[in-house]
């Protein structure tokens, strides 16, 4: 039974440690991130956190696949991350 420890062991704060998704058997499983397509050779590169490029290839995955149990999960960490985005 997935419950919220178990889809979304993250803290609410910034972690100097953080936990990726891909070490946890039920994020990885389902679904492959979908890297952000920045064109071949973009003007304005942006040095994304690692953290946040993994949640952000997370959240395309979902989105394209409409799923919604993992999805609220998800959002929370995306907002933590990046509140303005």
């Not at 039920?26 to 690692?50: G, R």
Request: with cysteine; glycine share 2%; charged share 20%.
């Amino acid at each position: 039974m997935l419950n919220q420890k178990t889809l979304f062991p993250f803290p609410l704060y910034c972690d100097p440690n953080p936990v990726f998704f891909i070490g946890i058997h039920l994020w990885s499983s389902p679904f492959l991130p979908l890297p952000q397509d920045d064109a071949p050779n973009p003007i304005f590169p942006i040095a994304y956190k690692e953290e946040f490029c993994e949640t952000m290839d997370y959240f395309r995955a979902i989105y394209k696949a409409n799923e919604s149990p993992h999805a609220l999960h998800l959002n929370r960490r995306a907002i933590r991350l990046n509140p303005s985005n």
